[in-house]
């Protein structure tokens, strides 16, 4: 019988072969032993607690599905950590339930994306986020045109793309869109998709295992490396170290990087003057704010997609006139007017949206932003960008510093907590003090009063 069952798994690993290919197979699935079957359950063993964690989460559910194709007892499979082939797993030889992972029906292993032999994720995709659903506008032209030209073309003839800009203008639908079209064009090439802090977070848990080869087996083998709000890097000094030393790897193999941040590398602050350096070496796209034409058209390409029927067209210039910020929160509001319709059975009209969306669009009267804000005070003061968000108290720098927490307590509707923590990560209590200290300079200060009126009516205006 134990014959038969270890034929059953060889069977398994040649469809899973055939399916994700030599080197994924060679990889993370030939290591895997199999042990035993027993009461539907199958044991296989791997090597370390990171191949174990990588296999369950990017393979477990194909290997259950194939083995129930060839038994149908079989409902689950366990993956424990084999001690003895692996030194630093030998110390937790004691923890053995914490080395073990069930894959069956009462543990599913939730797919983080369709499985292939390309596709390996360490974040989820949302199969929303493809070039189809993108609309272009003047905004967003070239950073489309880049992402289009990167999913295209292998290799192109700038690394690393960097797309940056502020929340919710289409930085993350444009990696996405970048790694579907790559993984349908041309599945033997291996993309890797995550966020910066999956990435640090799979970085810290594979020094704490003493598996760090294997992590940097992982993301050195790729083809396409695409790490999302790469300002989450700051002040993570051996993160930084370890994504400088892959980023060269890649590079030297000719293999594309894709980045995304919220700020342009320059403006990166407290990430290793080496790093930035390195990542405005190749195309750097800066996403503007939306016009008017690309809200609207953004509204209307969502309300094809729904398939809602009859809109007013008077509701959705409405709309994209008023309410500015970013399209996530553009979208919001258009499946809220829906949802709201449907549920107290009124028509959409201008009335109703007015009523409908009160809170959104008082936020919206107010719609300046603390990145623009802190643009503007620093072209004003002639100082950097990054100034807003260092530790530097130099009167130079501090006080348009606080101009900058001034204007934003004035001009936008979030709360002292968040605006510190768009400089830099400061205490409220600070945000508090320099508003305290900017409305008293006004009082006494002439030319300073000047530079905020005229600051306050470029940001209105």
């Not at 966020?195 to 760090?212: I, K």
Request: glycine share 4%.
């Amino acid at each position: 019988m134990d014959q038969e069952y270890a034929g059953q798994w060889q069977r398994v690993c040649t469809r899973l072969r055939s399916e994700f290919g030599d080197a994924a197979y060679n990889s993370w699935l030939r290591p895997l032993m199999f042990e035993r079957i027993d009461g539907g359950m199958a044991h296989l063993q791997a090597p370390t607690r990171f191949m174990r964690d990588w296999v369950l989460s990017h393979y477990g559910e194909r290997i259950r599905a194939f083995w129930q194709a060839e038994d149908k007892t079989v409902r689950e499979i366990k993956i424990a950590v084999h001690s003895g082939a692996d030194p630093a797993a030998a110390s937790m030889a004691d923890q053995v339930d914490e080395n073990v992972v069930n894959i069956g029906r009462q543990a599913p292993v939730r797919a983080v994306a369709p499985e292939s032999r390309a596709l390996r994720m360490g974040s989820a995709l949302d199969s929303r986020y493809q070039f189809d659903s993108f609309v272009v506008g003047k905004s967003n032209e070239l950073a489309y045109a880049a992402a289009r030209r990167v999913a295209d073309t292998a290799p192109v003839n700038f690394n690393p793309l960097f797309l940056y800009g502020g929340v919710g203008l289409g930085k993350t639908h444009l990696m996405h869109a970048i790694a579907w079209h790559i993984h349908e064009r041309d599945p033997s090439r291996e993309v890797i998709y995550l966020s910066a802090e999956r990435f640090m977070y799979q970085f810290v848990r594979a020094l704490r295992d003493r598996e760090t080869m294997a992590f940097k087996q992982v993301f050195r083998s790729a083809d396409v490396l695409m790490i999302d709000d790469v300002q989450f890097f700051s002040r993570k000094d051996s993160t930084q170290e370890e994504f400088f030393h892959t980023f060269n790897e890649l590079v030297d193999q000719n293999k594309q990087i894709v980045i995304s941040a919220d700020r342009s590398p320059s403006d990166l602050e407290d990430v290793e003057e080496r790093i930035r350096s390195r990542l405005g070496w190749g195309l750097v796209v800066d996403i503007h704010q939306t016009d008017f034409e690309l809200r609207l058209g953004i509204l209307e390409a969502k309300l094809a997609r729904a398939n809602v029927g009859d809109f007013p067209p008077k509701v959705l210039e409405f709309l994209a006139h008023r309410i500015t910020s970013n399209i996530r929160e553009l979208e919001g509001a258009l499946n809220r007017l829906i949802a709201h319709s449907h549920l107290v059975g009124r028509p959409i009209n201008l009335e109703m949206t007015q009523e409908a969306l009160q809170d959104l669009l008082r936020a919206n009267d107010r719609r300046v932003t603390i990145e623009e804000i802190q643009k503007k005070v620093a072209q004003h003061f002639n100082i950097r960008l990054a100034d807003m968000h260092s530790a530097r108290r130099a009167r130079a720098v501090a006080r348009p510093r606080q101009v900058a927490m001034y204007l934003a307590k004035q001009l936008t509707t979030r709360s002292l907590p968040e605006i510190g923590r768009k400089f830099g990560g400061r205490d409220h209590t600070t945000v508090m003090h320099a508003v305290k200290r900017i409305e008293e300079l006004r009082q006494t200060d002439a030319t300073l009063a000047e530079d905020i009126d005229l600051l306050r009516r470029m940001l209105e205006g």
